[in-house]
């Protein structure tokens, strides 16, 4: 799987109304890539693949702290209360490596 930056950088010369269209396209994508490889995983094997692959990013310095800010503000609004706060400590555990 790339990286989040690299993935949104893939076509950098496209102009303002194509970039949003390739955004779409690479999102809808993505969103499906990831979903084949969740498919039938328990929430902690995911969990632990999101937080083994953002730590990865984080040292290798290709996920900022605003990234996983954004990613929380994606994922927040999908979660109950309990989820929501695991998500919330794991995203401060990750800003601080």
Request: glycine share 4%.
């Amino acid at each position: 799987m790339k990286d989040f930056k690299s993935y949104s950088n893939e076509h950098p010369e496209k102009k303002p109304a194509e970039e949003n269209q390739s955004t779409y396209n690479n999102t809808v994508e993505l969103a499906k890539v990831i979903s084949k490889a969740m498919n039938g995983k328990s929430e902690t094997q995911i969990l632990h693949t999101i937080i083994t692959e953002a730590e990865r990013g984080k040292r290798e310095g290709t996920l900022s702290n605003a990234d996983l800010d954004n990613f929380y503000n994606a994922l927040a609004p999908l979660l109950d209360g309990l989820k929501k706060r695991k998500l919330r400590e794991v995203i401060m555990r990750l800003k601080s490596i």
